[in-house]
């Protein structure tokens, strides 16, 4: 589960500055999901489009999920893959628009994002991060999650955010992990 307050967001420690970036700050907590491989063996290496598919379930009626890959030293150093912004969506424009599509009380909504792109080769040791908050401030304006455009700062809904990882909830990543020719 990950709170969402947009009273208090999840900023950027680098304010939305380009480039690769330590964030081994971004940590799990009450705004922060982190989900992570075991080191690899091997060197593996991906390069091309990530999709990112999650199932996920909130006590408010829009919210937003942004995702970020980074590749892990095991001195812990977590190297950003790819610029932030490229995997994020709003619940309620998850079907593309123009209307909007508010989240049903403990309706299960699919997000997809696929803007994602990358190449990376992990060496033996590192570790595939992905992190998931529902805001990333400054980056990106801060959704209320009342189900109204305007954002007032004395009616914002603080919520939870369920993403399910079951047979009947999949969320799933698909990387695009090439074969390094030996």
Do not use: C
Request: charged share 20%.
């Amino acid at each position: 589960m990950i709170r969402s307050d947009p009273a208090h967001p999840v900023s950027d420690p680098f304010e939305g500055k380009f480039g690769a970036h330590d964030y081994r700050s971004l940590r799990p907590g009450p705004g922060i999901a982190v989900f992570e491989t075991g080191a690899f063996d091997a060197p593996v290496e991906m390069i091309g489009q990530v999709v990112i598919e999650l199932a996920a379930s909130a006590t408010v009626p829009d919210f937003d999920l942004w995702a970020q890959l980074y590749d892990v030293a095991p001195d812990g150093t977590a190297w950003n893959l790819s610029t932030p912004g490229t995997a994020l969506q709003r619940a309620s424009y998850r079907q593309g628009g123009p209307e909007r599509l508010l989240v049903k009380p403990a309706e299960t909504v699919k997000l997809r994002m696929n803007r994602l792109v990358t190449a990376n080769r992990f060496l033996p040791g590192h570790r595939l991060r992905l992190i998931i908050t529902p805001q990333f401030y400054p980056l990106f304006s801060v959704n209320p999650q009342t189900g109204v455009q305007e954002f007032e700062s004395d009616s914002v809904r603080v919520g939870e955010i369920r993403i399910g990882h079951s047979a009947d909830r999949v969320s799933r990543i698909v990387l695009p992990v090439v074969p390094i020719a030996r």
